[in-house]
């Protein structure tokens, strides 16, 4: 497997994989994500230098997005809030390459990445029933910080969301 930055013609293989995934985690009853969150947002990630996807040949098997920011940051009670953080966001791994380790690789990799970039933290959030996500989060050694984001969607939809961090 080859792990790297994601690029442009990457876009349709790195759609197809969380489109499968989307409909898995739809079966599973975490309905978090749809045709529009995260797929719209891979290009201007890309264009950023921000995705990470790890490859098994021709398929994308995970990918991460790795960010300077993110609007949920104040709305949690972070160990060090002015000490610099790296977040992560986007994180999904194939629905062929389940239960193989990839979660706590690709973990593994941004935490790699964001010291890298002289983060002291990389921090996350997770929606509140996404519980495989929590369990991979915790057993990765990530702290939930106290709080939660209220993520405003649309007139309808209100997602609440747990920040996770790790010391670097």
């Known amino acids: 497997m080859e792990f790297r930055l994601a690029q442009e013609k990457d876009l349709p293989q790195i759609e197809k994989t969380y489109r499968e995934l989307i409909v898995q985690m739809e079966k599973d009853g975490i309905d978090i994500w749809d045709e529009v ?23 994308v098997a995970a990918a991460f997005a790795l960010l300077e920011t993110n609007s949920g940051a104040d709305a949690v009670e972070w160990e060090d809030p002015s000490a610099k953080a790296m977040y992560l966001d986007r994180l999904g791994v194939g629905v062929a390459f389940a239960r193989q380790g990839l979660g706590g690789r690709m973990l593994r990799q941004a935490a790699a990445l964001a010291k890298e970039k002289g983060a002291s933290w990389l921090r996350l959030f997770v929606v509140d029933r996404n519980e495989p996500a929590i369990s991979l989060y915790r057993k990765a050694g990530f702290q939930q910080a106290k709080g939660v984001y209220e993520e405003r969607i649309d007139d309808e939809l209100t997602l609440l969301e747990y920040g996770f961090e790790q010391k670097l």
Do not use: M, N, R, S
């Open 37 to 59: 969150y995260p797929c719209a947002f891979f290009k201007e990630d890309v264009g950023a230098g921000a995705l990470w996807i790890l490859t098994e040949g021709e398929q």
